[in-house]
């Protein structure tokens, strides 16, 4: 299609340049806001249409070279090319504009954005392999833009280093497989003692293969997993007794975890985060928490070192056992988790009935309207809602607010995901 120009006034959520041509909404990958660019269209849809960059004209004061040379292909990040100060006021932006929009409410006071290293961030992630026949060789990364293709990388700087800087390394040793064609991606779960990668394979591996990875593992120092199916066929190649932990040095915790295991994707900022919410929450030594969505226990164990009783509800029961045996480990005796689906109706339950003086949220992209049927009690004088997905906090504040007789205190972004447009925010709500 011919190239046109036009001037970009906004920013979608997922980092997007917006324009308006003929009246319709043009959504303009590689645009900032603020820049006028030669753009080509790539989609037409009935209530708007996708463009790239064919030249920026005029660029914005905010726009920096990116640092990866992937940028613009690899769709593991869409917002290297904007400076580090505006991706964070985009995503207060973000928060703010949802808040107004769907909830219809307003924080009193804006925190400040909370933000961490940049780079070599990811300790969890998910890279997509392919033996491609056509180029003879394999290639591992995370997705392109279009979604379709693996992107074709080398390296990857928002990767924890000891993964990120060898992705050619990686992709070189499934090339030399037998099962090369059968191993369809490869998770990365990076404790603060080990890194390790889970090799998803549809059909068994050789024994010539599997000497390969353990060498492979050994020469990197990675603990190296197996994946034949689902969560449950996880099981450690090299080496036998493989541990993952990840240390909460303030609140001298350490958490246990699987490598399939919901954790925090950057460690920095979720020590950072657990700072900003307890000091939100300024629980006392009488208090009761509860704590949902507690995964395992990386709120709950901190909160147990301040209030006198936490209770830490969780959907999937291995997290729970597992949340447990690291409340032991950790010699707390003040802490219960229970198992229950908080998108089902536990209003009937012994600890939904209970009184606590405080809550923490910490839902999934879903939000938490399931349980905001029934709680929080009257009892509970403060709320801490840790969010990664704007939309459903400003619905869930809005519920806060109009049914609970709570006031949106304060509310602000975290930058969970540094040059990605995921916005994580945290609110306090306060009755």
Known sequence: MTSI?????????????????????VFVAGALAGERVRLRYTGKHRHYDEAAVDAVLVASADRVEPRCRHFGVCGGCALQHLAPAAQIAAKQRVLMENFERIGKVQPKIVLDALTDVPWGYRRRGRLSAKFVEKKGRMLVGFRETNGRYVADIERCDVLHPAVGERIAAIAALLETLDGKREIPQIEIAAGDNLVALVLRHLKPLSDTDTRALIAFGQANEFAIFLQSGGIESVVPLWPATAQLNFTLPAYEVTLDFLPLDFIQVNGGMNRRMIDHALALLDPAPNDRVLDLF?????????????????VGIEGEAGLVQRARDNAVRNGFDNVVFHSADLAADQRATAWAKADYELMLLDPPRSGADAVLDYLPRKSVRRIVYVSCHPASLARDAGVLVERHGFTLQSAGVMDMFPHTAHVESIALFVR
């Open 5 to 25: 120009e036009a001037d970009i006034t906004d920013l979608t959520h997922d980092g997007r340049g917006v324009t308006h041509i003929n009246g319709k909404a």
């Open 294 to 310: 507690c995964g395992l226990g990386n709120f709950t164990l901190p909160l147990a070192r301040r209030a006198g009783q936490v």
